[in-house]
Each structure stands twice: as structure tokens, then as C-alpha cells.
């Protein structure tokens, strides 16, 4: 089940990047499971890699390869995610890294490993070895989709998308990928996304655009409240087409194209949250600063109480009130204004007087809702974005490893 969440449009393809996909074995179902990346040469990348300290062995191997030359492949498997694997984990992910390599001609250090699945089983790199050649023959540009897919676990439908800016005679593509449905509260991105543009951006500008869109939408979900060993979001610039300089008229209409494709996939991973029936937009406004106006979004989006009365229809708006209560900012409680999908909940220190059951019900049984908190002390605002949390999450990862 997912909320408003379509098969995703023509994907286009992006000058630089050829993409293939197979099935490796490295999980139960016969979908692909492993994805192979070719960047061209002079392509730059920037990477936003989860702080979860029990980080799986691939991200711990990406930290170190980021370091060096630009990347040219990038390899990526479902299925396991080699995390809380020890040495013998770290082992195999460069070993993976070493055997395309060897394949290739480019140096180890200019791959960068990537898994997602279950934490602590040993990662099967036999089966990788014995798909590579097969995923080296099969490249190619218009495999954004395979991609997708082969990249999905317990999502119920690939998460892509595509833009494009008009320069003169010449188009630029944006085009992005992004698997995520559990285990979602990013303290940096997505489960794993991967965005390409053909644009030709200086590395210094895109690790600092990347930085400021992961900020703007991959940090602002949260399915559970849970941050992944796995998670990494991975810019590339393949420098095939028109140079963008900041602070021009190109450069506004370019990152505001990249936002776009940024904040869909983030909210594509929402909609698509395990279990998730209703989507939900937290905004809080009016704050002192926005950290405080994060800390009482983040407070409502994690808090399991609101999520499952959601999730009923049920307008217990009280659940909201205590989250807020709660998330340890300064606050007059006299100026705090709630609205749940425009009918206002609490004001004034209390109930709002023509507020009725009948309203407030009606307000949440959509399969969109937007929270408005008014915290009435600044000009401060956040927005978040989570599902309700019901019987198919708690199902889903149950079930999870059997």
C-alpha cells in the first residue's frame, strides 16, 4: 500500500552515466538484486553518508575511496546490507571493489560500494563476482528504471524521476533514484539515493548544493524514527554539458529543478512508508529559531502515540499537544495555535471553541494531512514529512527475516 505514489514517469536518461541490473542471489525473490554504475571519466560526485556510529562495512570503505580519485563505478546490492559484519565484512565489500577493479582497469579506489538489506549476515561475494562481467556487458543510458528496481527491499514501487533545464539549444538532465520504506529517519538522507546530472558543476559548489538539498528534504522524513546503518545519498556531475555558475538566472532555475527532484523522492519514500495509509505534512511556524521549531516537528513525526491515532482516524489531538509539550523548547503556552487540515484544534491555551468531534474526525481521516503548529513567539518555521503507523508496519518487520 502506499499514499499517492504513482509508477514513476519517463525517466531520462543523463549524459556520462550508463546503469545495468541483474539477479545475483543475494535474496529470496527473483528480482534483481545487484546494480552496476558507470560514471565518465571527469565526473564529480558528493556523497552524504548515514552518522549511525555501527555504519555498515560499504559506507566505511566509501569514506575512504571519497577521498581519492573521482569515482567511476559505483556497485550496488540488495538483499544485505554487510553491516555489523566486522572485519570480515570490510573485507568483502573490497573485495567486491578489487574484483571490478581487476575487470575494469580503473583503480579500486575509484569504486564505491553500496548494500542495503539485512543487518549482520554475511555478505555473499561469490555471487557478486559471478554477476559482474554479465552487468559490465549490459550497460547502458536508459537503465534508470532497472535501477530502481533492483535497488527496492520491502518498497512497493521503484522511486524515480526526472528534470530538465533548457539552456539555449541545449538540455541539461536531472534524473534520480531512491529506495526507502522502513528504517527512515535520515540524519543525512534516504536509505540509498543516487541523483545524476549532466550539468558541468565544480565539486567545491555541488558538495555544497547537495548539502543544502539533502537539508531540505532527505533529513526531513521519518517513517520510525530509526536511522540506517546503510544510509547514502550520492550526487554525480558528469560534466557532459553546459558549465552552471552559481548566482546567475541558470543556476536559480537548475537548483530549483534539483529540489524538485530532491524533495520527490524524499516524499516518494513517505508515501510509500511500510504500512503507510495517510501522509503527513508537520509544520511547525512561528518559532524562536528553527531549531526549535525542529525539535517540536521531530517530536510529533517520532511519537508513536500520534502515528497510531492517525493511523485510526482518530482526532486525539491531545497526543499532539503532549509531543509538543514535550520536545524541550521555550514556549507560552497561551500562543500556541494547532490546525489539522485547516480547522483549528487548540488556541488561546485550550480547546478552540467552535471546534467539534465531527470536524476534527473528518480532518484526519484523509489520506492527507497537514499539522499546523503556531508556537506565537518568532517568524522561525520547519516542515516535515511522516506517515500514521499501523497493523502492515508492525507485520512487515515482524516478518522482516522469515
Not at 539485512?118 to 559482474?132: E, R, Y
Not at 534516504?190 to 528534504?217: C, G, N, P, R, Y
Not at 499537544?321 to 524541550?328: M, N, Q, W
Not at 523548547?329 to 480547546?351: A, C, E, H, P
Amino acid at each position: 500500500m502506499s499514499v499517492g505514489l504513482k509508477q514513476p514517469e519517463k525517466i531520462n536518461p543523463v549524459a556520462g552515466v550508463k546503469l545495468s541490473a541483474t539477479h545475483a542471489g543475494l535474496r529470496k525473490t527473483n528480482a534483481a538484486d545487484l546494480l552496476l554504475i558507470e560514471l565518465a571519466a571527469g565526473s564529480r560526485v558528493a556523497v552524504t553518508l548515514t552518522k549511525n556510529l555501527f555504519c555498515a562495512a560499504p559506507i566505511i570503505v566509501v569514506q575512504e575511496h571519497i577521498k581519492c580519485n573521482p569515482p567511476r563505478y559505483l556497485i550496488i546490492n540488495a538483499g544485505n546490507a554487510n553491516a555489523g559484519t566486522g572485519n570480515k565484512g570490510l573485507l568483502d565489500a573490497k573485495e567486491c571493489c578489487r574484483y571490478l577493479s581487476e575487470s575494469t582497469g580503473v583503480q579500486e579506489r575509484e569504486i564505491l560500494p553500496f548494500s542495503t538489506g539485512v543487518i549482520g549476515k554475511p555478505l555473499d561475494v561469490k555471487k557478486i563476482k559471478v554477476a559482474i562481467p554479465a552487468l559490465l556487458q549490459a550497460l547502458e543510458a536508459d537503465a534508470w528504471l532497472k535501477a530502481a528496481r533492483a535497488i527496492m527491499t520491502t518498497d512497493t514501487l521503484p522511486k524515480a524521476i526526472s528534470r530538465s533545464v533548457r539552456t539555449g539549444d541545449t538540455v541539461i538532465t536531472i534524473t534520480g533514484i531512491a529506495k526507502g520504506a522502513g528504517m527512515i529517519c535520515p540524519n543525512m538522507a534516504t536509505m540509498l539515493s543516487f541523483i545524476a546530472t549532466d550539468a558541468d558543476i565544480e565539486q567545491t559548489e555541488l558538495e555544497t548544493l547537495h548539502k543544502k538539498l539533502v537539508a531540505a528534504s532527505f533529513n526531513r522524513i521519518s517513517v520510525d524514527g530509526d536511522t540506517s546503518t546503510n544510509d547514502a545519498c550520492v550526487c554525480i556531475s558528469t560534466a557532459q554539458k553546459e558549465k552552471i555558475y552559481p548566482g546567475t538566472p541558470l543556476w536559480q532555475e537548475f537548483e530549483q529543478a534539483m529540489l524538485e527532484v530532491y524533495q520527490h523522492l524524499a516524499q516518494a519514500i513517505i508515501r510509500d512508508g511500510e504500512g503507510a495509509g495517510k501522509f503527513i505534512t508537520i509544520k511547525v511556524i512561528n518559532g524562536h529559531t528553527e531549531t526549535d521549531c525542529e525539535a517540536v516537528a521531530r517530536a510529533v513525526a517520532h511519537s508513536p502515540l500520534v502515528k497510531t491515532a492517525l493511523f485510526a482516524s482518530d482526532a486525539n489531538w491531545g497526543r499532539i499537544l503532549a509531543a509538543v509539550g514535550r520536545a524541550g523548547v521555550r514556549l507560552d503556552i497561551d500562543q500556541v495555535k494547532m490546525t489539522i487540515n485547516d480547522v483549528l484544534i487548540f488556541y488561546n491555551g485550550q480547546l478552540a471553541d467552535d471546534y467539534t468531534e465531527a470536524s476534527g474526525s473528518a480532518a484526519v481521516a484523509q489520506d492527507e494531512i497537514v499539522i499546523e503548529i503556531s508556537l506565537g513567539c518568532g517568524v522561525a518555521e520547519y516542515l516535515m514529512w511522516t506517515t500514521d503507523l499501523g497493523h502492515e508496519y508492525v507485520r512487515i518487520n515482524a516478518e522482516y527475516r522469515t
